[in-house]
Nanobody, 115 residues
Framework: QVQLVESGGGLVQPGGSLRLSCAASASLFSFNSMGWYRQAPGKEREMVATFTIGISTQYADSVKGRFTIDRDVAKNTVYLQMNNLKPEETAVYYC?????????WGKGTLVTVSS
């Protein structure tokens, strides 16, 4: 069973930065796509940033220019660098991978943006 484990969440002030990590138990090359999603209290889960291996990267319009998705294939880890965070971006951030037609989700990491 493939596992995705997020880390790096926490409390940050508005305008601050955080870097989230998603460690996969399988090679990143075996995933067709990997990405980050978030779910704020009382809201639906939404895409934040995704990439399709060797093809393209997509970002939600609200995070373009502030968030960057990246990966270290040697460590089987995907990152989300988040800069200039806003209070409305308080949410549980989830890592998702698509591998051989199946969706895999991590359990999430909480990001709280507050002064």
């Amino acid at each position: 069973q493939v596992q995705l484990v997020e880390s790096g969440g926490g409390l940050v002030q508005p305008g601050g930065s955080l870097r989230l990590s998603c460690a996969a138990s399988a090679s990143l090359f075996s995933f067709n796509s990997m990405g980050w999603y978030r779910q704020a209290p009382g809201k639906e889960r939404e895409m934040v940033a995704t990439f399709t291996i060797g093809i393209s990267t997509q970002y939600a319009d609200s995070v373009k220019g502030r968030f960057t998705i990246d990966r270290d294939v040697a460590k089987n880890t995907v990152y989300l660098q988040m800069n200039n965070l806003k209070p409305e971006e308080t949410a549980v951030y989830y890592c998702k991978g698509i591998r051989y037609g199946m969706d895999y989700w991590g359990k999430g990491t909480l990001v709280t943006v507050s002064s």
